[in-house]
């Protein structure tokens, strides 16, 4: 039982299998909202879990109903009701793209983790077919170096120097952008 579902009798009122139901919302919660991404799914994804405690008391209150316990289900639906509202504010901060293969899977009664491995297994077939292209074009590119150099050393060698120096030049670029924790500094493009 959290927080949230133990408040003092004052706010809320007791239910028939002994929890206590708060009818208020969380306003507090409503104020943390941060605009950190990560946080904002966090309450989100408090929230749910909040919606679903809430969902399996109203279920337990409605399987045992009795004239006695309309009071409690009419404050568990008040909470749930409440609860709702405050996971819909939420969630408009929480920008969040889901395929609609993995709300089809769900729809079906499937595994959303079937998706996440069909395209891991999608990306490592296609990153495999890249990789021997890459690799193709790189025995092409030697295989060429080699034959230029037979027949103009002098130009291959000029080449290479040329080569050499811009790969250096890139090296000092590359480290001039990164940052101390290792991250790359990204140029706005205009």
Known sequence: MDASQSTSTGTGGSSGN????SPAND?????TVVDDPKQNLN???????????LLHQLYLTVSSFNAASQLPLLQRLNSLVLELDNMVKLSEKCNIQVPMEVLNLI?????????????INSCISKNQITKGKTDAFKGLRKHLLEELE???????ESYREIRAASAAELKRQQAQSMMPNGDMKVKSEL
């Open 150 to 156: 037979q027949t103009f050393p002098d130009e291959v």
């Open 18 to 21: 002994g929890m206590m139901v």
């Open 43 to 53: 309450q989100v994804i408090n929230s749910t879990q909040k919606n679903l405690g």
């Open 27 to 31: 306003n507090a919660t409503m104020a």
């Open 107 to 119: 729809d079906d009664g499937k595994n959303p983790d079937e998706f996440t491995r069909d395209v």
